[in-house]
């Protein structure tokens, strides 16, 4: 019984030492490996545990329940306190989880670069709208365009001498790439009857590359045509598109010209921004920009189009959309719009 008293003290000394030891590494676990290690070493095969109890029956028969009961209750112990750390960690690990997932709303926006309209396309959507507040309509047309439509409706004929300066791209014989947007007018009026107010947009070429020509260049046309349309309709759309355009104080005037499809025609031009009409480099010291050719609808084009000529007249007129980029932003050389530097483009 002595001797039985002595192996239960030292027993139960035993077993709060593991315990502490227990305790104390435990606490020192932050991981769920950690936590295994801990396991092993104290509930393993080879832990101090496991061994007493496995040992139980080769005891006496008196101190199997001591030994029993207390070795069970570390057991209990260790596994309950195992599990609650457990749970612990996952609590904290999902924390952690959460907090890297969350977002702060208080931090400042990051800058997502966007991208810019061509200059060139914005100039024609301005150009546009301000017809359109005239009451114009767009229309297009086809950039690869016959003979037909490009010179002969647009009297023209082959032997003209007008033809030589439009260096002209065929495609093949009677086929080519339009070198104005005039083409149009006839297929509108083909289609339509008047009252017709248009303007269209696109692209033209020409065999042409220089300073100021590039093979491919942007026109707007206009075209008007009613009963009692006049030269002074022309003057007033045009002097209300510049001054809408390039602001109040422009003066306009109107230079006699020659085109084929209109009679009479003039070419039109703005006093010089630069020098305010004094003369300088810009303007060639003489005070004014042309900005675009214009006339009364030469009759003979109604015979192509069934239109009488006796009963409707109208204006047209055409401009460079690159020029008039040019003149309204400062823009010094023609090959800018076409080289897609980053540095031009995204200036406006
Ligand atoms: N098509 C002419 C050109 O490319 C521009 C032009 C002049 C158009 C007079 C017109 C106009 O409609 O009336 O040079």
């Known amino acids: 019984m002595e001797q039985n008293n002595i192996k239960t003290e030292e027993l139960e000394k035993n077993i ?12 020192k676990a932050d991981s769920f490996s950690s936590l295994e290690n801990i396991r092993t070493k104290y509930l393993g095969k080879k832990s101090y545990l496991s061994v007493m109890q496995k040992s139980i029956g080769t005891l006496p028969n008196d101190l199997k329940p001591i030994v029993g009961k207390n070795t069970n209750l570390l057991r209990q112990n260790i596994e309950g306190s195992l ?53 114009f309509e767009i229309a297009e047309g086809p950039e690869i365009e016959t003979d037909y439509y490009n010179f002969e409706a647009l009297n023209t004929p082959e032997d003209h001498p007008a ?28 289609e339509n009857e008047p009252p017709i107010a248009i303007i269209v947009p696109g692209r033209v070429y020409r065999k042409d590359y220089d300073i100021s020509h590039t093979p491919m260049f942007t026109q707007v046309e206009g075209l008007v045509v009613d009963e009692n349309i006049n030269f002074g309709n022309l003057k007033w759309t045009l002097e209300t598109f ?13 230079r006699p010209h020659y085109f084929p499809f209109t009679e009479p025609s003039a070419e039109v031009d703005i006093s010089c921004n630069i020098c305010d009409g004094k003369g300088c480099r810009v303007c060639s010291g003489t005070g004014w920009l042309e900005i675009l050719g214009a006339g009364i609808v030469d009759p003979k084009l109604y015979s192509f189009v069934k239109y009488d000529p006796e009963r409707f007249t109208g204006f047209a007129f055409g401009m460079g959309v690159e020029r008039i ?15 897609n530097d980053l540095r031009f483009v995204k200036q406006f």
């Open 242 to 254: 510049v001054r809408e355009m390039f602001g109040k104080d422009r003066m306009v005037r109107f």
């Open 325 to 339: 980029s040019m003149l309204k932003y400062g823009i010094n050389d023609l090959r800018l719009f076409f080289e």
């Open 16 to 27: 709060s030492a593991e315990l502490k030891s227990f305790k104390s590494d435990l606490a």
């Open 163 to 190: 033809r030589s300066l439009h260096d002209t791209m065929f495609v093949s014989d009677h086929v080519l790439l339009r070198t104005q947007t005039s083409p149009v007018q006839i297929r509108y009026m083909e």
């Open 83 to 135: 599990e609650e750390k457990e749970k612990n960690l996952k609590a904290s690990e999902i924390d952690r989880e959460m907090r890297k997932e969350s977002v702060d709303l208080s931090l400042p926006g990051r800058l997502i670069s966007s991208g810019t309209k061509n200059i060139l396309s914005k100039v024609v959507e301005d150009i546009e709208e301000i017809f359109i507040g005239m009451g």
